[in-house]
């Protein structure tokens, strides 16, 4: 049995604006260390229990971006002609893998910007799934949470399926603080990680149960697709017909073949400048460049692509300058970036 | 009667930083409205009251800089070839004026760097100062305390010598906060502007029993000036012998003929990034420019030559964007922005 690796690089970016961005978005910026995320997501999936050809899920339009980053890669770039959200994107997959390998069409499908500080432990966990995806479950890793996050869905373990896999119970949405401290405190939920394995064929079949529109488009766009040496643009007429909704919704919601491992792998999604910081003080990296000078200031992050940053009298306070913008952020405040974004799409400087 | 207006501009320029640093300070850059202070300064000293040639007091190396900032203003520039603190640098004035014109010697000794925003009071609490400095007394104007601000300078107020002036009972240095509360509470204390009026020779005097090394060292580089059309440059051995102290511990604090004029003028000194936020608060000015986006924040000053600005979460924070350097600041700890200049002032960038 082998898995085939499939890493979605579609983010918008604009969580961490002004850094990460539309035409640069957070997996081709180097947050953690010195490659990008992109590059760290591909480097966790060349293990012996991947296929050594990747599949890549992007954009048509930052293919040369992805074949710079992967020069030294086997892959295969799936074009998206535009944004239609997880579950679309996960049947073109699907149609591939179960086109290249129809007897052994497992594949992980992995976001291109996350972090994975525990490659081991994961490896681990994708071992443990992988019976139960062969058994026709969808699973989904759960990440025990650290903290009563209410940026991340829950999703709730139900009876155990085999050592460390679990039937879902329930999905749940981004909560509000209180009851995301209950879910913590019950010990029955574990946040979603957006990450997923699954047999080709099996997630096909319930996504002609529960989204047959989103399947066919998606073939008809396949079908279509312009074949290069190593893209396969999918044709934008028939994908823009595809409804945009995500592989949750699609699917895992509805199935009753859900099922969770529950891992402890040093995850991120790095969806803010506040688990930016948390991140980088976890790996016990800088989170100030040598250059900043902090004056009774403490807790704070400074990313800057070249002015010099001070910071008096203030803790918990992110700044971060790049191309000519600046923000200065309370920490606690990471999510309404994505406010400051959308003011800037609208009417760019 | 007519009143020499001596402006000094010899600022160091800290505590504003990076704005404003000793290339250029502060009274070289317009931090309210579209005129640098010193053109404001000076602009609020051409009434019938002054002598229409002003006398400057500058770094010889800042010549240039006024010169383009005066070019339309009847001047002369003395030199000063060193830093020597503000009673060398006045006795210097004292000499020039009491050449000019010995039987009509009084000066107008105010700071280039600071806001008056009610320029009519302040000729009428000039008018009202000035009988009492043609009778022998030093006066110093004394601000009506808004709150028990501790960057500041305190005066006693003891009996009236005439309508509105007053005999100074003792110059209070810099208090805590405690300390502060309780001058205001007791009515009798004014904030020390630094403004001050007096007879070149009487000053001369004072200096000569008090202080008889400046004043002779003062006189030498004087003497020995180099004298072009518009330029007094002091003589830099000599000059550089004389003591380095204020006027306040020169002669104020010692002398039996200190006065001051409590008034309402609409002062500051715009000594920190705090006081300049608070005036253009009070001015009905914007605190930032049009293209700065701010979120959930208030109360925050942004000044940017250049890169746009974005707050998030943020309150009473100053984000001052300058050549290269970005300063992020808790205005409550805006005294602290010296500290950091020192630092970059020891290694520059």
């Known amino acids: 049995m082998t898995i085939t690796p499939v890493i979605m690089s579609g983010g918008a970016g604009s969580r961490l604006w002004p850094m990460s961005n ?3 978005p957070k997996q081709f910026l180097p947050l953690i260390g010195e490659h990008t995320m992109l590059e760290e997501t591909v480097t966790r999936l060349k293990a012996d229990l991947f ?3 990747m599949v890549l899920l992007a954009g048509t339009s930052q293919a040369d971006l992805i074949r710079t980053q992967l020069a030294d890669t086997n892959h295969i770039i799936l074009g998206e002609p535009c944004r239609r959200n997880t579950a679309a994107a996960a049947v073109a997959a699907a149609l591939y893998v179960r086109e290249q390998s129809p007897e052994d069409d497992l594949l992980l499908l992995a976001p291109a910007d996350h972090v994975i500080t525990f490659p081991g432990a994961f490896h681990k966990a994708v071992e443990k799934a992988s019976e139960a995806a062969q058994n026709g479950y969808i699973v989904t890793f759960g990440i025990y949470p650290e903290s009563p996050e209410t940026g991340y869905g829950y999703i709730k373990r139900s009876e155990s399926i085999s050592e460390g896999v679990f039937k879902v119970e329930a ?6 603080e ?3 401290i209950q879910y913590c405190d019950s010990g029955e939920f574990d946040w979603n990680s957006g990450i997923f ?3 080709a064929d099996k997630f096909i079949q319930e996504m002609a149960r529960f989204e ?3 399947l066919e488009a998606v073939k008809e766009a396949y079908a279509k697709a312009v074949k290069t040496r190593d893209l396969i643009a999918l044709d934008e007429e028939a994908f823009e017909h595809s409804p945009s909704t995500s592989i949750d919704y699609a699917v895992m919601e509805r199935t009753d073949k859900a099922a969770v491992v529950p891992c402890n792998i040093g ?3 790095l969806g803010s400048y506040r688990s930016l910081f948390d991140v980088r003080t976890k790996l016990e990296l800088p989170s100030h460049p040598e250059t900043a000078e902090l004056l009774n200031s403490i807790d704070c992050l400074v990313v800057s692509d070249g002015p010099q940053v001070n910071i008096v009298g203030l803790d918990n306070v992110g700044v971060i300058v790049d191309q000519g913008r600046v923000l200065v952020l309370n920490l606690d405040a990471s999510q309404d970036v994505k406010k400051i974004a959308d003011i800037h799409k609208k009417s760019p400087a």
């Not at 999905?171 to 509000?176: A, C, L, M, N």
Request: net charge negative; glycine share 0%.
């Open 22 to 24: 539309s035409q640069t």
């Open 51 to 53: 296929d050594p050809k």
């Open 171 to 176: 999905f749940k949405e981004k909560p509000d």
């Open 178 to 180: 209180e009851t995301a």
């Open 197 to 199: 394995l699954f047999s």
């Open 212 to 214: 047959p529109k989103i």
């Open 267 to 269: 995850w991120s999604d």
